[in-house]
């Protein structure tokens, strides 16, 4: 089975910084693209980014794209998230997705696996 377990999230005043953590297990990792998700309050779920199997390719949505960075470590079994000059709209839970499609730029999740999700607060 497989099992995505998130770490890192937390409260910070706008303008810190985070750095979210996602351990997998129970698929073959180096394999598998990733993604993180975010879901604030009274609002869908929206992609954030996505990495390949590789991390030779990254997405981002525009609203975090030169703040935010996901990268993994395929010896670890883990992807992270470092969310850098956060603003209060950035506040909502995250979430990790393993084993999307990602192709032509575009991650579309595997709804089989989300992780448990992580809380991140930023303040004014």
């Known amino acids: 089975q497989v099992q995505l377990v998130e770490s890192g999230g937390g409260l910070v005043q706008a303008g810190g910084s985070l750095r979210l953590s996602c351990a997998a297990s129970?698929?073959?990792?180096?394999?598998?693209?990733m993604g993180w998700f975010r879901q604030a309050p009274g609002k869908e779920r929206e992609f954030v980014a996505a990495?390949?199997?590789?991390?030779?390719?990254?997405s981002y949505t525009d609203s975090v794209k030169g703040r935010f960075t996901i990268s993994r470590d395929n010896a670890k079994n883990t992807v992270y998230l470092q969310m850098n000059f956060l603003k209060p709209e950035d506040t909502a839970v995250y979430y990790c997705?393993?084993?999307?499609?990602?192709?032509?730029?575009?991650?579309?999740?595997?709804?089989?696996?989300w992780g448990q999700g992580t809380q991140v607060r930023v303040s004014s």
């Open positions: 997705n393993a084993d999307g499609t990602y192709y032509g730029g575009t991650y579309a999740p595997n709804y089989s696996y």
């Open positions: 129970g698929l073959t990792f180096s394999g598998a693209a």
């Open positions: 990495i390949s199997w590789s991390g030779g390719r990254t």
